[in-house]
RNA sequence: GGCGCUAUAGCCAAGAGGUAAGGCAGGGGCCUGCAAAGCCCCGAUUCCCCGGUUCAAAUCCGGGUGGCGCCU
């Protein structure tokens, strides 16, 4: 992908990668401004555990897609992605230098590639009737009814990933099509992009998210939930499933003690940010390399654009 | 020094004459409206070492080594 001024740089990477500080500091050095890709920045009031850019650093660079929605609230990709794109196009018809930043694989992928979301919005109902029939019939069941009416879908789906066994079955429900016959085989790209993915080696990752997950207890992540908590967010909510914030709720409410829960939430974070970077591996035209080198990469780049 | 117990994967651990459960850690992967979620796959040709008994030993016997406990 060619770097021309109605293209945008994607940084991404995984948890503690550095990509937040090096989007900060090209946006600053651009003057431009930082869309975010991250499904937890988006609600208000989990700012440590988020690891949200904070106020000093929002003032001085333009940050988009943070603090845009309620704890309480579901939010998906497709509502993301229909954000976000305005925001981008607004960006990019002024001529700002716009930065995706974020580690949420399923979120740069929208914003990159087409994705028709199998053009089915949800179906709260349905999925509760579904899920409960896995539950008293077995996954088995649920999959050999899609199997039966949609085979094509079925077959890249396991049986006992029951959460999408349910979407395929809710799409056929709601558009009367199949799945797979929505599906957009191989994504076009819908934007010039240019998309680094931050690397280190993986003892040194694992060895900065342990240290940094000490880092939000001590900033106080233990408080903030209990202020979550206290406004009626329930563990059962999305935005409470993020890593951090699920474990200390088990440890407020006394089922693990605190030093496990510290454990815990460096493994969750550990075992995601492995999950991350698989999904960035599948990224068409993603280029891999460790900070620094994307930062020479880039300073050389606006370099040239200025001139 | 004597006596007792113990030794199985990186860690925890089952096994008790018939050809090495499981969990965790770790690795690989999947994903089209919950994605920090959800889901799948992968570790011992060998049980501390040496010898013996047996058709057959991680399992029984003897010796050695390490660990733990107790005694003097």
């Known amino acids: 992908m060619k770097q021309t001024p109605q293209s945008i740089t994607v940084i991404t990477g995984s948890t503690a990668s550095g990509k937040s ?62 954000k976000a794109d305005k925001i981008i196009d607004g960006l990019l018809s002024d001529g700002t ?25 949800r179906d709260d109902e349905y999925r509760k009737a579904l899920q409960a029939r896995a539950e008293t019939e077995g996954n088995a069941v649920l999959y050999e009814t899609l199997k039966s ?29 199949k ?26 990752l694992y060895e900065k998210i342990n240290k ?7 900033n106080g992540l233990i408080e903030e939930t209990e202020r979550l908590k206290a406004e009626g967010i329930s563990a059962d909510q999305l935005s ?8 200390v709720l088990r440890y407020l409410n006394g089922d693990i003690k605190k030093g496990d829960m510290i454990e815990l939430i460096q493994q969750n974070t550990r075992n995601y940010a492995k999950r991350q970077i698989t999904y960035f591996k599948k990224l068409r035209g993603a280029e891999f390399a460790d900070a620094e080198t994307v930062k020479k990469i880039l300073t050389l780049e606006t370099q040239n654009l200025s001139l």
């Open 21 to 82: 500080a090096l989007a900060f500091a090209l946006a600053k050095k651009m003057n431009g401004q930082i869309v975010s890709a991250d499904s937890m920045q988006i609600y208000r009031r989990m700012n440590i555990g988020t690891a949200k850019p904070n106020a000093e650093e929002r003032r001085e660079v333009v940050h988009h897609m943070i603090d845009i929605a309620e704890p309480w609230e579901d939010y998906s990709v497709g509502l993301y992605r229909e």
């Open 97 to 121: 230098p716009t930065i995706v930043c974020g580690g949420t694989g399923l979120y740069i992928d929208a914003l990159l590639f087409e994705h028709s979301f199998g053009g089915a919005a």
């Open 149 to 177: 009416e949609d085979s094509e879908s079925a077959r890249t789906l396991h049986p006992n990933d029951v959460k999408r066994v349910i979407r395929a079955l809710e799409i056929l429900k709601t558009t009367g099509k």
């Open 179 to 204: 799945k797979s016959e929505q599906s957009d085989g191989l994504k076009p790209p819908r934007r010039d992009y240019r998309l680094f993915v931050l690397t280190m080696p993986r003892e040194i």
């Open 212 to 218: 940094r997950v000490g880092q939000m207890i001590a």
């Open 240 to 247: 409470m499933k993020a890593i951090g914030y699920a474990e």
